[in-house]
């Protein structure tokens, strides 16, 4: 198992709070987690901030990730981020195909792969948020839904490259209602299985986001098979993200 924490903190975080979770982490975590990677993705203004603070308050030991980036690789689009600037400014994962994404800018998994495509040639892993975005409740639809998906993506990404699964059930996000553990399970041996029939030597990391937090973790790391999580209100607090980590 990768221990992969991957701070989502939507539009929920300025530099203040970028400053306190800094400070916490280095007052408390610092050489604490040697297998652990902390991945912290605030908005986009605050990207190369948040780069240069990590590096002086906690001596590079926390990575920083986008929250999303353009279909195009360049050109007039006003407003767009490029995955090449991305990296520019000390980026090393991006979040793609999130739900909240997917439902509100009407984003479908061909834009997702655009995107993958662009952060892959960037030198950055793509994090390809996966699952119905809304609608589909039964496990095995669900275990479909993801399978074609992941064959969808590993189909058209280089297979060399190394990608990150998040499955994130819809109705989770935000809401506190996580699916059953069985069920959980379920679907992630499909994304699995989906993953290594492409590439065997199994660089896909596969992770769990939604409601993740001190109370659900206990049961969430009893599932096999995950790599890391992805967390966005827990994680905001750095106390927080600690107990979820340390648990
Ligand atoms: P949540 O968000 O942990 O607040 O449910 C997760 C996400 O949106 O990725």
């Not at 970028?18 to 908005?43: G, R, W």
């Not at 819809?170 to 992630?188: D, K, N, V």
Request: aromatic share 12%.
């Amino acid at each position: 198992m990768h221990n992969l924490y991957v701070c989502n903190w939507k539009m929920f975080v300025d530099c203040a709070l970028i400053d306190s979770f800094l400070k916490a982490y280095a007052a408390e975590a610092l050489n604490m987690h040697q297998n652990t990677t902390i991945v912290v993705c605030p908005s986009f203004c605050f990207l190369g901030y948040t780069n240069d603070q990590q590096k002086v308050i906690t001596q590079n030991s926390i990575k920083i990730g986008a929250q999303d980036c353009s279909q195009f690789a360049t050109g007039a689009y006003t407003g767009e981020i490029a995955a090449q600037h991305l990296k520019q400014v000390g980026c090393l994962y991006t979040i793609v195909g999130h739900v909240e994404r997917r439902k509100f800018f009407h984003e479908n998994d061909e834009i997702v792969l655009a995107k993958a495509t662009h952060l892959l040639c960037a030198g950055i892993t793509p994090i390809i948020c996966i699952g119905p975005f809304e609608g589909i409740f039964n496990v095995l639809d669900i275990c479909m839904y993801v399978k074609k998906q992941v064959t969808f993506f590993m189909r058209n990404l280089d297979k060399n490259s190394t990608v990150i699964f998040a499955y994130e059930p819809h109705q989770a996000i935000g809401a506190g209602e996580i699916p059953s553990i069985h069920a959980i399970a379920e679907i992630f041996s499909y994304i699995k299985t989906a993953a290594y029939t492409f590439n065997p030597e199994a660089k896909q990391l596969i992770m769990y986001g939604g409601s993740v937090d001190e109370h659900s973790i206990k049961t969430l790391k009893t599932i096999r098979g995950i790599d890391g999580f992805l967390v966005g209100r827990a994680s905001i607090d750095f106390q927080k993200l600690k107990n979820i980590i340390s648990y």
